[in-house]
């Protein structure tokens, strides 16, 4: 099975500075997908970044960098130069990379705010 | 563009009387799914499809069918809809490969807002 942690129910950070939210993640597969998920208010789930288990760099989208830490089990959201227009609920999620069901596992995400 | 499409986006109805939220995606993709999400419990599951009159049950399929007769179609069935179904629904769509492994992202829909009075 497989499980992730979201410690932080909710963030601020000033307009333009940068912010990390924490994610980790437990489960007895060898090769997994990691992924962050943005939900504004309005209740769309948008993609913002993934990271294979196996890729040596860290992914970078933009503004979006995931600070993925294998032995920790850690796989960080940072977003650089912060908008008004992040502020929205948070979510990361992994998935097993082979199988027949790419369910995602999600967890209870951070509520971020950014501040003008 | 590319885009998964969900309809109605916000739907009220009472105990019992039979709706379908369909789902649709013009990326050709195999992989479609239905998830749930409430407060507290987070998204979960509902069925599965790897592709064309393939479905299975995910996490919570109780009170809920579906079908895969098209590629691009995956509509969420409540025959007989309870309160404890009001829930906000998202379906989710992905590339899906047979052999080797894949990462492939999982693409949602814009959600529907479902009460059941």
């Known amino acids: 099975a497989q499980k992730i942690t979201q410690t932080q129910p909710g963030m601020f950070v000033q307009e333009k500075e940068a912010v990390t939210l924490d994610c980790t993640y437990d489960t007895s597969d060898q090769s997994y997908g990691l992924f962050w998920y943005k939900q504004p208010s309005s209740g769309e789930m948008i993609f913002l970044i993934y990271?294979?288990?196996?890729?040596?760099q860290n992914a970078t989208e933009g503004r979006y960098s995931l600070n993925f830490q294998k032995a920790r089990k850690s796989a960080n959201l940072v977003i650089s130069a912060s908008q008004l227009g992040d502020s929205a609920m948070y979510f990361c999620?992994?998935?097993?990379?082979?199988?027949?069901?790419?369910?995602?596992?999600f967890g209870k995400g951070t509520l971020l705010t950014v501040n003008p | 563009e590319a885009q998964v499409t969900q309809n109605p986006r916000y739907l009220i109805t009472v105990t019992g009387k039979k709706l379908t939220v369909t789902c649709s995606q013009n990326m050709n993709h195999e992989y479609m799914s239905w998830y749930r999400q409430d407060p507290g419990l987070g998204l979960r599951q509902i069925y599965y499809s790897m592709n064309v009159e393939v479905t299975d049950k995910g996490d919570v399929p109780e009170g809920y069918k579906v079908s895969r007769k098209e590629k691009r179609n995956f509509p969420l069935i409540l025959e007989s809809p309870s309160p404890n179904q009001t829930s906000l629904y998202f379906c989710?769509?992905?590339?899906?490969?047979?052999?080797?492994?894949?990462?492939?992202?999982?693409?949602f829909g814009p959600g529907t807002r479902l009460l059941v009075l």
């Open positions: 989710a769509s992905s590339a899906y490969r047979l052999t080797g492994v894949g990462l492939e992202t999982q693409y």
């Open positions: 990271q294979g288990s196996y890729d040596e």
């Open positions: 999620a992994m998935r097993p990379q082979r199988g027949s069901n790419y369910k995602l596992t």
